[in-house]
């Protein structure tokens, strides 16, 4: 069973440029959140969805971010316009349900330099 | 409101000795309690979790962790470290009415031989 996937694993924009992270969910998991892990921090919590619907995106900046889950395909999360704070690692997890007891299990990452 | 505290950023130990790596939460209602471990440049994976019952929990790769609710800690340990557990550790919360974790910033664990 193939774990959490994301790609790319490296992303290099220049400022104002488009970042467009992808995250396959584990198989049988319809339950995705991302997370951001900036220089020498933990890790923040983003977004939460199921196929189709955001359920909680007060993690998220409400300008340039944004993230979708299609009823076919990987999630997504897009931030528009990038600038050089938005260098970080970005972390998507999976369960297969939202119960608050599941574990959630990681991709490898996406690391975003933004030059 | 839900939040975790990881004292130590970095702990060094001996190989064969005993490794403890401390997280104490803060929760408003049950805890459900869990360890990731992260290697350089890759992510996290999932070591153990408390959820109810035996306040010992026991994971993967000989590590256990013991849940106490009184002191509102979840100790990470491992009774003889190995150079290859040389990484770093985070302890998350989840309150039981949510889904998002909260981390703590991580500690350092480096094993020398």
């Known amino acids: 069973n193939a774990g959490v996937m994301q790609n790319p694993r490296h992303l290099v924009r220049r400022r104002g440029q488009e970042a467009r992270l992808r995250c396959s969910p584990m198989?049988?998991?319809?339950?995705v959140y991302w997370y951001r892990q900036l220089p020498e921090e933990g890790l923040k919590f983003m977004v939460y969805l199921q196929k189709e619907n955001i359920i909680d995106e007060s993690g998220m900046p409400k300008e340039r971010f944004s993230a979708e889950f299609p009823k076919e395909g990987p999630s997504i999360l897009r931030i528009q316009q990038v600038v050089r704070g938005d260098s970080a690692a970005y972390f998507c997890?999976?369960?297969?349900?939202?119960?608050?007891?599941?574990?959630?299990?990681f991709g490898p990452g996406t690391r975003l330099l933004v030059l | 409101a839900q939040s975790v505290a990881q004292p130590e950023d970095q702990v060094n130990v001996a190989e064969g000795n005993p490794l403890t790596v401390k997280c104490t939460y803060s929760v408003s209602g049950n805890p459900y309690l869990f360890w990731y471990v992260q290697y350089p440049n890759r992510g996290l994976q999932f070591l153990l979790k408390y959820i109810t019952g035996d306040n010992l929990v026991k994971g993967s790769y000989g590590f256990e962790a013991e849940f106490n609710k009184s002191q509102t800690s979840f100790h990470l340990k491992k009774p003889s470290a190995l150079v290859s557990d040389s990484a770093l550790y985070f302890c998350?919360?989840?309150?039981?009415?949510?889904?998002?974790?909260?981390f703590g910033a991580g500690t350092t664990v480096t094993v020398r031989a």
């Open positions: 997890a999976s369960s297969p349900t939202g119960g608050p007891q599941e574990t959630q299990y």
């Open positions: 198989k049988g998991h319809s339950h």
């Open positions: 998350a919360v989840r309150d039981e009415d949510d889904y998002k974790l909260s």
